[in-house]
């Protein structure tokens, strides 16, 4: 259990999805991977145990900042 990890989805409101994740790659240097359509569509983070959480909290505020 404590090298287990979750994997984060999401959409963002006035956003699309292809927007969202080029604008975390290009404005944070986040990589994330995309779906860009369909019914599971989203931009997905998936954190594995040899992230910090500084990096996690770095991911965080940079899609707070593009949710606006």
């Given at each position: ?5 979750g ?22 240097r ?10 599971s ?28």
């Amino acid at each position: 259990a404590e090298l287990s990890g979750g994997v984060v989805k999401f959409k963002l409101r006035g956003m699309g999805t292809k927007k969202a994740y080029d604008a975390l790659w290009e404005r944070h240097r986040l990589a994330a991977a995309s779906t860009p359509s369909g019914e599971s569509e989203g931009v997905r983070f998936s954190p594995h145990i040899y992230n910090s959480m500084e990096q996690m909290d770095r991911a965080v505020a940079a899609v707070r900042e593009l949710a606006g």
